[in-house]
């Protein structure tokens, strides 16, 4: 499963109308930690011995996400890139049926990425529950279009974005976790985001979100 969550310019989630979105579309998600070249130190001596040799410590940048989903879903994409919605002439509410490529806005988007994977060969929790990975992306930013084929064929769309910092999700706005009472409630993360952490993972019993055609409001408690 996968949500995205609309964001603002801060990394905050944004309640509205239309800021989540949950759908099962995604084929898979390439994570790739994206390093500042090490600056390697070193000296050597009179007799040409080496008497130093050392390297700076390793510094993430951030993560470098691929994202692959196989429904062409127009709210799923303005999530996504921030391209704008196509809508029809319904009254009172027009109906989204498409998306535009717009140069001064594709790109512009914040939001967060949310996965459930399966667990291979668990055995299920004392209170019968399926456990479950959970991944979190608190704050994607800078979505890049790839590259896509209209055929006799599937029909899949890559992009590529980037997991940062200084994320404003604290513990998010949805329950994704049971807690240690019994019986056990369901609770978000036990504890904030942190200002260096780009993403988070843990093994959770609480059920999967469910799948919606488009976006959905989103209410902050």
Known sequence: MMRLTLLDECGAPVEGPASTLVSKSFVSVTVTPNYLDAE?????????????????DPALRWLDLSIIVCITDPQMINLITGDPLVVDDATPTPNTVG?????????????ALELWSGVTGQACTAGGFTTYGYWLFPWVKDAQWGEWVIQNGALTLTFTARSVFDSAWGVGPYNIRRDATVPATLEPLLTVIGAAQPVHFEFTSAPLPTPACGAVALVIP
């Not at 998306?99 to 939001?111: H, K, P, Y």
């Open 40 to 56: 390697e130190i070193s000296q050597a001596d009179a007799n040409g011995d080496l008497c130093v040799d050392d390297r700076s």
């Open 99 to 111: 998306f535009r490529i717009d140069g001064d806005l594709t790109g512009s988007a914040n939001f």
